[in-house]
């Protein structure tokens, strides 16, 4: 996936082969990933003569935009998905009360 | 009315007013997982009391239980075209009873099955975006590292559960902090918080109106958290987790378009707040005569109803 979102234009299956350099990975391996990511909409394909050609259905930053949007979604439902560990309090109460936990600290080390 | 109907109609309307007592006390703070019980048996027993005193009304018959005698109503009715055998109002609504309870019944299995397949698609498609996103990182060892700058940590919970924390986080947190964050986390995973949630969320979703539903939900949701920050805490110093809390807490919605964040977010304040403020000022916990009381409480919750269904008591 790095390799296609790295990449300008569509490529095939042998241009991704060519580019994972530091894997030693067969043509079929290559073909049954990309196929894969095509399957669950992560990947566009297009035919391009005789071979398939595929790019990122989105950039990178929007799938992260998205987990992180969905993490830290405030409404009901996402929350039991999944357990947020802190839910947002507002800049200037959270300042004040580390303020505070910083002289307890302070008193009871001096 | 029989007996057995009077009381499972008294059950299920007490859970109410006892539900919303239950969200506005401040003893459960003191022990969570004893609390927290105590809420499965309320939310369990309502069902039960609730759709048992409906079809009670509809269907008893003497000497039946109120399961057994709906079972034969609804084949009599069967056997005899329905309807045209209630002519009188008291057999109109026994009959509207009856329907009311089958359908309470549905409604509430449908529920907890719909939310349960929307919290397993969503969770499906955070793993096939953390397969493609996600790496490890020697700070947190075991959790998956997503770079974006806002701070985030949360854990997916499930058969392949996952503890996600942003690079965000990363920097904002020291190496302590970011302990404490894991350590309660994996108390969230181990002890499968998210299935203790679940129903609260179905009802919620089923009775969007009810601020009973809503007050039960957020009680629930705050008590599981202090669960898994009392689990934290036999690891790691309470100081670490509160300044964690809070430092995530105070840059938590960065990423978020504030649309999103409006919503709850003066009683998610006070949630953290309230947390930090238990973690620094610890109560002891319930006495163990306490516990025992609030458990057989929630025993005796669940056991009247389920009885009162199934034994033949009239």
């Known amino acids: 996936m790095d390799v296609l979102w790295e990449a300008a234009d569509p490529l095939s299956v042998r241009e991704v082969s060519g580019l994972l350099t530091d894997r030693d990975l067969a043509h079929t391996t290559v073909m049954t990933v990309l196929d894969r990511l095509a399957k669950k909409g ?6 391009n003569g005789r071979a398939w050609h595929y790019r990122a259905a989105e950039s990178r930053e929007a799938y992260v935009t998205e987990l992180m949007l969905s993490a830290l979604d405030q409404t009901g439902d996402r929350q039991a998905a999944l357990a947020r560990f802190a839910r947002s309090v507002s800049g ?4 004040a009360l580390l303020r505070a936990l910083g002289a307890l600290g302070g008193a009871a080390r001096g | 009315m029989s007996a057995p109907v009077l009381i499972l109609a008294a059950v299920a309307i007490g859970c109410v007013p006892a539900a919303n007592a239950l969200a506005a006390a401040s003893w459960p703070r003191r022990s969570p ?13 309502w069902g039960l009391a609730a759709v048992g005193a409906l079809i009670g009304i509809g269907a008893t018959a003497p000497g039946t239980a109120v399961a057994s005698g709906a079972f034969a109503r609804l084949a009599s009715m069967a056997r005899t075209g329905g309807f045209r055998s209630a002519p009188d109002l008291t057999g109109d609504v026994r009959l509207v009873s009856l329907a ?3 359908t309470l019944l549905t409604v509430l299995c449908w529920i907890l099955l719909a939310a349960s397949a929307s919290v397993l698609r969503a969770r499906q498609r955070q793993h096939e975006l953390l397969s493609l996103l996600a790496h490890g990182d020697p700070k947190v060892p075991g959790a998956l590292v997503v770079d974006h700058p806002a701070a985030a940590a949360y854990c997916l919970p499930g058969l392949r559960s996952a503890i996600v924390i942003s690079a965000g986080t990363l920097d904002l947190l020291d190496a302590d902090e970011l302990a404490a964050v894991l350590a309660h986390e994996r108390a969230h995973l181990r002890e499968r918080h998210d299935l203790v949630l679940l129903p609260f969320l179905a ?5 969007r109106w009810s601020g009973t539903a809503r007050r039960a939900y957020q009680a629930v949701g705050l008590l599981v958290e202090m669960h898994a920050d ?8 309470a100081r670490e987790l509160a300044t964690a809390l809070l430092r995530v807490g105070a840059a938590g919605g960065g990423g978020v378009p504030s649309g999103a964040l ?9 949630e953290v707040a309230a947390r930090v403020i238990r973690l620094l000022r610890p109560t002891p916990g319930l006495s163990n005569a306490v516990v025992a009381l609030v458990i057989s409480a929630a025993a005796t919750l669940v056991t009247i109803p389920a009885a009162l269904l199934v034994l033949p008591l009239h």
């Open chain 1, 92 to 95: 200037t109460e959270a300042q």
């Open chain 1, 42 to 47: 992560f990947a566009r394909r297009e035919r």
């Open chain 2, 33 to 45: 997982a004893a609390a927290i019980l105590l809420w499965q048996a309320l939310g369990l027993g």
């Open chain 2, 262 to 270: 409006a919503a709850a977010s003066r009683t998610e304040e006070c």
């Open chain 2, 203 to 207: 009802l919620l979703r089923a009775f």
């Open chain 2, 230 to 237: 009392d689990r934290a805490l036999q690891q790691r110093p």
């Open chain 2, 100 to 102: 009311a309870g089958l």
